[in-house]
């Protein structure tokens, strides 16, 4: 109970730990999350620290299983998940660890090495079989065209290779301007891509072949080619030569190939073989590592024989956490117990609110505006039931919420392979996240929804209307503008559930629309910060903070409720007394006074204006009653600005009259007045310290007296009436939805229904299409967002301001499981 409404007590222990049974217990303590460990050793260099050499092993344990896992996800080998978590390994195991990945990443490299290798000389092999084929034509050619004299007289060379496909037009423009046109070039394209044995992409080549005449055009054309990352090749000049070339070629492109599979094969076994337990090595390796990490937070003492820690942890896991250690002494196998001393501390612990996956969200949201101060209240209970209600006043559609509620209930009863699937869609590990929080939402917004008679701003006429009996739909098809007057068509009797549904169709919707929830969002926003001002009560009253009861929180619970209260009292008594066939003592009919007029005449002593017919009174003795509530309220500011300063004051005044009084006695008498002095200043008031602060009287200056309590009631007593008209969003929004959608009704699903005939059944299939498209992005989807904004808004500054802090920090603990997850995350992005 006191762990939902206020956070976890917290202690602040010593724990000595035995050198050899360190590792184990601390194990013990990460699988169980609940302890939060100090930097005893905040001056230290990280590089410096006793465990550094263990973290540096496990940080290049850690590059390998990356490289493994790099090499596994290269080839699509499944990696398998059993769900298994397994314990830290002992110290010992770490060298068996360490082994084993360095065997792995051995082989690993060397069978890369032995198959990059045989790639590229396939891809040699490969290339010169290509080059054999495309210049037995070139030669031809040459042949026909020079005969014998190609060989003797002109003494023509050649060189073949092969090229990037898209390098040849500069490659050919190259070799013309540096040979000035003494060389014949021939190319032909390389059907099928090849792959590049450094990379594995796939590349297209070009086959050349260069004729020119003398060395010194070969040494210019080699060059170009070395410039151009071509592949030269040899090619025998006749044809006899090439063939029996082209033979070797192929015999010992086939015998690759089967060395080649043999490779892949083995590195294949050898992946497959690592897949199956990379996971849990990954586990083993960084729970050895968050082991040391935190052992380096630790102090030796003198004798190096044992380790001091201080760490936060909960008062009502003290016994999990003995048990916890216990079992890490025992499966050390030391014989000396470890101890775990609590602390007194001036300290502000952390702040530690246990949640679970229904209350996670809500707390989420709250913690995003601040952490809660230690043992603070914790608006997140009542979160749960305010949030999803704030938004659906301002959501309300029986349709819409339909649409939410089934979206987050399928979350919800798929929970466990959605959770299993994880991605790194942000907007979808939000909607996730707050799947419970959504299903209230859409909860509450069908409610509001039923209230508001609104489904896609359809009414549902169930229980048939309240009004005349004769609106028929002869008069509706002939009085489009039709207006309701509650005096001559109200039967007297109201709609079982939410409003009529001849509201729908009257003209004068908006106005009864717009009164209605205006004074309903008043109300609920009154109520909320009325009950923010009670929960500070709770809180003064938990840190035993009188003075702060009767000089803070009773003057802002009179102000609030004599003012703003008091309103909302006279929107009842106005709905309670009037009706619309009212008549006074004369029988004459009478009108109910505007409530606004009403509450700024009673703020500025302004006597009501006297309307014919009306009375500007509800009940007698009104106009007195106001004038005394406002002049208490007014009394209320000053109260709420200089009590408590000028009471501190008085005290410390009174400390230092005492403390005169005492020098001036040790003076005259030596030091006999040194018991009165302690009898006096331990009878004397002193100024509210907190309570888990005990001793913490130190002296204000008077001046941050005034400053801080100035500061404190401007901010009331402006913000409630800021506080009070920013509820007004409930309406405008609320409003400006059920138009929206009626907007998106008439001018789309509207025509589609209208249309007749053959043509009218399209019509209606493409409209509703459009219709559902624009519903759920607009109305659901960016309304829904809207809402959630302003309702975060409402708790935040106008909830929240009332009793919350939110100045602490959270309860970070050593925590196996958290860790875990921080590492997956971060290998998913």
């Known amino acids: 109970m006191g762990s939902l409404f206020r956070s976890e007590e917290m202690t602040l222990c010593q724990l000595f730990l035995q050198s050899e049974a360190a590792y184990a217990c601390v194990s013990e303590l990460g699988e169980l999350g609940l302890v939060q460990f100090r930097d005893l050793n905040p001056d230290v260099n990280a590089f410096q620290r006793k465990f550094v050499n263990e973290v540096r092993r496990c940080d290049e344990m850690e590059r390998k299983l990356r490289y493994l896992e790099k090499e596994i996800k290269k080839d699509n080998i499944p990696v398998t998940d059993t769900g298994e978590n397994p314990e830290a390994p002992q110290p010992r195991e770490m060298i068996d660890l360490e082994a084993t990945f360095e065997k792995l990443e051995n082989e690993l490299r060397e069978v890369n090495m032995n198959a990059e290798s045989l790639k590229r000389n396939f891809l040699e092999l490969t290339e010169v079989k290509h080059i054999l084929r495309k210049t037995q034509v070139f030669f031809d050619e040459s042949d026909n065209a020079f005969g014998d004299l190609s060989a003797s007289f002109f003494r023509i060379s050649f060189v073949a290779g092969v090229i990037l496909r898209e390098r040849i037009p500069a490659f050919e423009r190259m070799l013309w301007r540096a040979c000035r046109g003494n060389v014949f070039l021939r190319q032909a394209e390389i059907e099928t891509p090849l792959e590049d044995p450094t990379t594995g992409d796939e590349v297209y080549k070009s086959v050349f072949i260069i004729f020119f005449q003398g060395d010194q055009l070969k040494t210019r054309v080699r060059k170009i080619c070395e410039g151009f990352r071509a592949s030269l090749y040899p090619c025998r000049e006749t044809p006899a030569d090439r063939r029996e070339m082209a033979m070797s070629v192929m015999t010992r492109i086939e015998d690759l190939n089967t060395v080649l599979g043999q490779t892949q094969d083995h590195r294949h076994r050898v992946l497959v073989a690592a897949a199956k337990n990379i996971k849990s090595w990954f586990i083993k390796v960084r729970k050895i590592k968050a082991i040391y990490h935190t052992l380096n937070l630790f102090n030796l003492d003198v004798t190096q024989k044992c380790l001091i820690a201080e760490c936060w942890v909960p008062v009502l896991d003290m016994e999990a956490i003995q048990l916890a250690l216990r079992r890490g002494t025992e499966r050390s196998g030391s014989s000396v117990p470890p101890i775990l001393n609590r602390m007194d501390t001036f300290e502000d612990p952390p702040t530690y609110n246990r949640t679970n996956k229904f209350t996670k969200a809500f707390q989420a949201l709250v913690d995003a505006y601040g952490v809660a101060n230690y043992r603070e209240v914790n608006p997140a209970p009542y979160a749960i039931i305010t949030f999803p209600f704030l938004f659906a006043v301002m959501f309300g559609d029986l349709g819409h919420g339909l649409i939410m509620f089934l979206f987050a209930l399928y979350m919800v009863l798929k929970e466990k392979p959605l959770q299993a699937k994880k991605t790194d869609n942000e907007i979808w590990n939000i909607f996730f996240g707050g799947r419970y929080c959504l299903l209230l939402m859409g909860v509450f917004s069908m409610y509001t929804g039923i209230i508001y008679n609104d489904v896609f701003s359809i009414s549902l006429n169930i229980f048939g209307s309240h009004w005349r009996n004769d609106y028929g739909k002869q008069l509706l098809m002939t009085h489009k503008d039709l207006t309701i007057d509650p005096k001559d068509s109200y039967l007297s009797t109201p709609y079982p559930v939410g409003l009529d549904p001849i509201w729908q169709i009257a003209s004068n919707k908006i106005v009864f629309l717009n009164a209605f929830k205006m004074k309903v969002s008043i109300i609920l926003g009154v109520a909320q910060m009325l009950f923010g001002v009670v929960l500070s009560l709770w809180n003064y009253r938990y840190f035993n903070k009188k003075l702060d009861i009767y000089l803070i929180f009773i003057p802002q619970v009179i102000f609030l409720c004599f003012l703003f209260l008091y309103m909302v009292i006279l929107m009842f008594i106005k709905w309670v007394t009037y009706e619309a066939n009212a008549m006074d003592d004369a029988l004459k009919p009478t009108c109910a006074p505007s409530i606004l007029i009403t509450f700024i005449n009673m703020v500025l002593f302004k006597p009501a204006d006297k309307v014919a017919g009306c009375d500007p009174y509800m009940y007698g003795g009104q106009a007195g009653l106001q004038k005394l509530l406002v002049v208490v309220a007014l009394l209320c500011v000053p109260w709420m600005l200089l009590a408590k300063p000028l009471y501190i004051m008085r005290n410390q005044k009174k400390a230092h009259l005492l403390l005169n009084n005492h020098v001036n006695a040790v003076e005259e008498n030596g030091g006999a007045a040194h018991a009165d002095l302690e009898s006096g200043v331990q009878n004397a008031p002193a100024a509210q310290p907190p309570a888990h602060k005990p001793g913490s ?101 106008e909830f929240q301001s009332k009793f919350y802090s939110g100045t602490g920090y959270n309860f970070s603990p050593f925590s196996f499981e958290v860790i875990l997850d921080q590492a997956a995350n971060s290998n998913d992005d």
Not at 697 to 722: K, M, Q, R
Not at 757 to 766: A, E
């Open 697 to 797: 009287h130190e002296e204000e200056d008077p001046t941050e007296l005034f400053i801080h309590s100035g500061i404190h009631t401007i901010e009331y007593v402006l913000g409630s009436v800021s506080h009070t008209a920013s509820y007004l969003r409930l309406w405008a929004l609320s409003l400006a939805h059920a138009q929206l959608s009626e907007v998106l009704w008439q001018m789309v699903m509207r025509l589609g229904l209208q249309a007749e005939g053959w043509l009218g059944g399209i019509m209606v299939f493409v409209m509703f299409a459009f219709w559902a498209v624009l519903t759920v992005s607009i109305l659901v989807l960016m309304e829904g967002l809207s809402a959630f904004l302003h309702t975060l808004r409402l708790h935040w500054v």
